[in-house]
């Protein structure tokens, strides 16, 4: 029975371990205020990819622009870049890559959700662009990623 139970605690713990290690850490809250009220510089656009969801949460999300690391996603957080306008593909990884092109515009700034789906092993995903205002809500619900490019 007692090895009954140290077997649950060490199995506890592992996972544990494992969950927290896929987790995202977060910028200082300076960095944070700052990047969440920028504008797009001129002749630029800016883009916020965010995910507000905490379903699959521990499980680390890849975002690229046109394959260029832009930074990590885990549950309530979001990464952003600044882009030439024009074609553009930005991707993102759990499970599956989903890629989603855009024209971007110059002086604009742009909202893409990342949205997680239950997968086989982990979370899948799926990326969709908001409108500004609901972009801006979801944005203000989540805290820039430590490991974000641009800062």
């Given amino acids: 029975m007692v090895m009954k139970t140290i077997k649950k605690i060490i199995s506890i713990f592992i996972i544990g371990i494992m969950v927290s290690g896929c987790m995202v850490p977060k910028a200082s809250i300076e960095v944070d205020q700052k990047a969440k009220n920028l504008v797009a510089p001129t002749g630029k656009a800016l883009v916020y990819i965010v995910r507000p969801s905490s379903m699959g949460g521990a499980v680390k999300f890849k975002v690229s622009c046109d394959y260029k690391f832009i930074g990590s996603t885990s549950g309530k957080r979001y990464v952003y870049t600044i882009q030439e306008p024009g074609n553009h593909e930005f991707i993102s990884k759990a499970e599956n890559e989903d890629i989603f092109p855009i024209v971007l515009e110059a002086d604009k700034t742009y909202y893409?959700?990342?949205?997680?789906?239950m997968g086989?092993?982990?979370?899948?995903n799926r990326l969709a662009l908001l409108d500004e205002l609901t972009g801006k809500?979801?944005?203000f619900d989540c805290k820039l990623s430590a490991d974000n490019v641009e800062k």
């Avoid at 893409?112 to 789906?117: A, G, L, R, T, V």
């Avoid at 086989?120 to 899948?124: K, N």
């Fill in 137 to 139: 809500q979801k944005l």
């Fill in 120 to 124: 086989i092993l982990v979370a899948r």
């Fill in 112 to 117: 893409i959700e990342q949205i997680p789906k």
